[in-house]
């Protein structure tokens, strides 16, 4: 992790923290903490973290544009690479998104975390002409809204949108980012 600092990797290694430096800079520590986890994930030794279906990254996705789209591209990388009952989230001081899979999802929201509404569904790298949801104020697909406009980073995406009941249905042949924004009155950490 090239950008920690000294301070932070003298507390980790005291706590019996294995440090890994890797000389690459051509990938994030992000990157690098996800491929560790695909490695340790792999270790025959160790079949409890094989069975570890979810990672949850918390950190400021709130914060630097390019950083914010780094950690979304780690998020896509992963979504492709890891197997399929193991998801990633990312966890900010307002908001939670991960990669939906392309065949049918549900998601189900939970009112003590999010607010019930600011919730989104972007095309990160490709466009997506089969989008249908259920669930949503402005649902999408061909009841819903004119099927003759995709899902495509720079023509239409859905965001500001507002979930109506428990569980969001989501039916997409490609990967799609859902964004969900989180309660102001609970804390995962930092100040706002």
């Not at 789209?69 to 908001?95: C, D, F, K, M, N």
Request: proline share 4%.
């Amino acid at each position: 992790m090239d950008s920690s600092s000294e301070v932070a990797l003298s507390y980790f290694r005291a706590l019996g923290t294995e440090i890994v430096s890797e000389g690459d800079q051509d990938s994030t520590d992000l990157d690098k903490s996800l491929n560790a986890v695909i490695r340790l994930s792999s270790r025959d030794s160790d079949p409890a973290l094989k069975k570890k279906e979810h990672v949850v990254v918390l950190g400021d996705f709130d914060g630097r544009l390019d950083h914010i789209l780094g950690i979304l591209h780690a998020a896509a990388r992963v979504t492709r690479e890891w197997p399929e009952h193991r998801q990633l989230y990312v966890v900010g001081r307002s908001s939670i998104a991960f990669f939906l899979r392309p065949g049918i999802t549900e998601i189900e929201t939970n009112p003590a975390l999010e607010t019930g509404g600011g919730c989104g569904l972007i095309p990160l790298g490709t466009e997506c002409t089969d989008c249908t949801t259920t669930g949503l104020k402005w649902n999408l697909g061909a009841e819903n809204c004119n099927k003759t406009t995709p899902l495509r980073f720079g023509d239409f995406i859905s965001t500001s949108n507002r979930t109506v009941g428990g569980v969001v249905s989501v039916e997409t042949g490609v990967p799609l980012l859902w964004t969900s924004e989180l309660r102001k009155d609970i804390s995962l950490g930092g100040t706002h």
